[in-house]
T-cell receptor, first 117, second 110 residues
Framework: DAGVTQSPTHLIKTRGQQVTLRCSPK?????VSWYQQALGQGPQFIFQYYEEEERQRGNFPDRFSGHQFPNYSSELNVNALLLGDSALYLC????????????????FGPGTRLTVL | GQNIDQPTEMTATEGAIVQINCTYQTSGFNGLFWYQQHAGEAPTFLSYNVLDGLEEKGRFSSFLSRSKGYSYLLLKELQMKDSASYLC???????????FGTGTRLLVSP
């Protein structure tokens, strides 16, 4: 049973560039949430996707956008990169709340370490 | 506002017991999670509390008091591999958005 996978593992970009990060949820999960974790901090919620739509969003600018595909995988796009965007980007998958198999548990992927120079 | 507070760092010795506290103030509450995170790795799930009381799972136990906005994670029979950051997170809505504290870095020494 595959867990949450993310690609790439590491990425180095320069200011002003654009980046796309990818996530495949755990088998059987339909909801994907993205978090940004700066060094020494806890993860910060960026947004969540369910049924191919953004369902909830944290306090991040419009430079951060995403997408969910019919197979439940997801992408996180960041435009006009800033030095402060350097962080570990985590994807978490879960079952939508209220379903028969729902248990509120979220599983995290290994993350993508983004460095902006 | 939303605020999750936990100590920045704790130290303990192998074989001992340690309690990591977490206090929270959030706009909503749909459960509290504890995650373990080793340096450079993803958080791994430890426990989930939504009702008051103690949940025990092997060497790890987690307690919740909703009226006090307080939780703790208890680690028994500490091992060197327990050296990690421990993240307290509150699910503040029905849509599973997690609000994390900054984490408590635990160092277990021989």
């Amino acid at each position: 049973d595959a867990g949450v996978t993310q690609s790439p593992t590491h990425l180095i970009k320069t200011r002003g560039q654009q980046v796309t990060l990818r996530c495949s949820p755990k088998s059987g999960h339909d909801t994907v949430s993205w978090y940004q974790q700066a060094l020494g901090q806890g993860p910060q919620f960026i947004f969540q996707y369910y049924e191919e739509e953004e369902r909830q969003r944290g306090n991040f600018p419009d430079r951060f956008s995403g997408h969910q595909f019919p197979n439940y995988s997801s992408e996180l796009n960041v435009n006009a990169l800033l030095l402060g965007d350097s962080a570990l980007y985590l994807c978490a998958s879960s079952l939508a709340a209220g379903g028969r198999r729902w248990n509120n548990e979220q599983f995290f992927g290994p993350g993508t370490r983004l460095t902006v120079l | 506002g939303q605020n999750i507070d936990q100590p920045t760092e704790m130290t303990a010795t192998e074989g001992a017991i340690v309690q990591i506290n977490c206090t929270y103030q959030t706009s909503g509450f749909n459960g509290l999670f504890w995650y373990q995170q080793h340096a450079g790795e993803a958080p791994t799930f430890l426990s989930y509390n939504v009702l008051d009381g103690l949940e025990e799972k092997g060497r790890f136990s987690s307690f919740l008091s909703r009226s006090k906005g307080y939780s703790y994670l208890l680690l028994k029979e500490l091992q060197m591999k327990d050296s990690a950051s421990y993240l307290c997170a509150v699910c503040d809505t029905g849509f599973q958005k997690l609000v994390f504290g900054t984490g408590t870095r635990l160092l277990v020494s021989p």
